[in-house]
Structures are given as C-alpha cells and as structure tokens.
C-alpha cells in the first residue's frame, strides 16, 4: 500500500506516472500553502512558491533517476538561496521544509505515504494554531514614562513594577522640555498582556496625567 508507484530499479518512467505524481505534488502543494496561512502573517508571493515548490522538488528528484542524495545535494544548494536572501520565521521554514518533503516523496513515488503524512502535519498545525499552543502571556515591551521634575524616579514605579511584571530595569533617563519634565525608558517583561491598561491607568495617576507610552521593543528578528 505504501509502495513506490514508480519502477524500482531503473526503468523508464510512463507520462501516467509522471501525471499521477505531478498532480498529488500540486495539491498537496496548495494544503501546505494554505495550512501556512491560516492564522498567520505571509505575502502573495510566499505562499505562492509554496504551492508550486513540490513539483519543482519533483521535477529535480526525477532528473536524477530517484538518487535520493543527489537530489538532496542540489535541492540543498539551491534552498541556501531562500534562506541567505529572506530572514523566515519558524513556521515559514517549517513550511518550507514540509513541501520539500512533498517533492521528495512524490518524486520517489511514494503517493499513498505522502497524502498520510501531509493530511497528519496538516491537521496537527491547524489544531495546535487554533489552541494557541506554546503561546506565552508574557510579552516584553517597551515603556516611555514622562515625570515632572519635582519626582524622585528612584524606585518610583517599583511596586508597580512588582505587580504587573515579571522583571522591568530603567534603560535610560533623558530631560526634555527645558529640564522641566523627566522620560524615563523601561524595558518590562508583562506578566499577563489583558493587565497592560491597568498598570498604565496606575502610573499615570502617579505621574500626574503626563505621558505614557507602551509599545513592542524594536527588534530586526521575524515574529514566530
């Protein structure tokens, strides 16, 4: 059930074969483009070369008469090209990387064997996206507090900081609107993200209404 439909040893290879892996190479291609986009952050062109990577992946397996090393020796040369031009994120090499394997086994002719696996990879991200599994309630942020210049900032937020945050350390301290006002520049680790407003509306009762900012800290790395 789980044989090769194409000859083992070496042969020729019918154009119904080669229709038959071609067309499960395309459609398994569309799941995995599809599954990558669920719930997830991706670009046209991305999920695009995506759908059509397996037969790509096939077409080289083929060439090469089914040499399992030889094929991956020049499909891992021409992956260094992704992955040198594109910074991908986990899940964007991860689909990468299932639609390799696609190619790999409808080049082979291993049908039967890739539509299972496809269909249980499928069905275990759809699951684990939709759970959120490993999605941490922690969040690192940054935070702008402006203070007036009668205020000590010396500890000034720490039983805040206790309350709401895992760990928080004051990166900077600038003057600003003529040595009136104090900003102060923390890096926080939130301990739940549905207490930020919270933590805010203290603060700015402590600092007399003045401004608060809250936001990502600026970073070049891709989001997982």
Known sequence: MLASILPSTTGDITILQILFCTIS???????AASVHMYRNV?????VVTLAILPVLVQTVIMLVNGN???????????????FRSVAGGAREISSIFWAMGIGLATGMGYLVYVFLFSLIIGCMLLFLNTIHFGQSKRT???LKITIPENLDYTGLFDDLFDKYTYE??????????????YELMYQIMLKDNREEKAMIDE???RNGNLTIICGKVATNKDEL
């Open 25 to 31: 190479s395309l459609l398994l291609g569309v799941l």
């Open 42 to 46: 991706y670009s046209k062109s991305f």
């Open 68 to 82: 399992l090393g030889t094929g991956v020796a020049v499909l891992g040369a021409f992956s260094l090209i992704r």
């Open 140 to 142: 690192e942020k940054s």
């Open 168 to 181: 928080a350390h004051l990166d900077r301290v600038k003057t600003t609107n003529m040595g009136s006002l």
């Open 203 to 205: 603060i700015r009762r």
